[in-house]
């Protein structure tokens, strides 16, 4: 198991659920760690069933959500499932400007999320 300092990481089931250490996910050194960190989670550790549980983040930079998408179709390439839960209306409110509400499957919370895998 690798060791991650950008993210906790807990396996449900057979699917692995993912919740982000900062508060804020806005410079570029931190979204690199954080990109490489999920990136693994699908290359190397082989895992097929990604939940990105967001209760504790605040504050999302755009920066981000580049690497989420880039996450989002590394997932797709390995035959994989991207769920998205625990976002706050004012971080909502950005995947609805960019349309990224209609790439990812959002879910309300973690439960929700967990149910539709």
Same mark, same amino acid.
């Given at each position: 198991?690798?060791?991650?300092?950008?993210? /906790?990481v807990?396996?449900?089931?057979?699917?692995?659920?993912?919740?982000?250490?900062d508060?804020?996910i806005?410079?570029?050194?931190?979204? /690199?760690?954080? $990109? /490489?960190?999920?990136?693994?989670?699908?290359?190397?550790?082989?895992?097929s069933?990604?939940?990105l549980?967001?209760?504790?983040?605040?504050?999302?930079?755009?920066?981000?959500?580049?690497?989420?998408?880039?996450?989002?179709?590394?997932?797709?390439?390995?035959? $994989?499932?991207?769920?998205?839960?625990?976002?706050?209306p004012?971080?909502y409110?950005?995947?609805?400007?960019?349309?990224l509400?209609?790439l990812?499957?959002i879910?309300?919370?973690?439960?929700?999320?967990?149910?539709a895998?």
């Amino acid at each position: 198991m690798a060791v991650h300092r950008s993210l /906790q990481v807990t396996e449900v089931g057979d699917v692995t659920v993912v919740r982000f250490v900062d508060r804020k996910i806005l410079d570029e050194v931190t979204i /690199q760690e954080l $990109g /490489q960190e999920l990136f693994n989670l699908i290359e190397e550790e082989n895992r097929s069933k990604l939940l990105l549980n967001f209760s504790a983040v605040e504050f999302l930079s755009s920066h981000a959500l580049g690497k989420l998408i880039t996450l989002e179709k590394k997932v797709k390439a390995h035959k $994989g499932k991207l769920k998205l839960s625990n976002i706050r209306p004012e971080i909502y409110e950005v995947f609805a400007i960019t349309k990224l509400n209609k790439l990812f499957d959002i879910k309300e919370d973690e439960a929700d999320a967990l149910a539709a895998f």
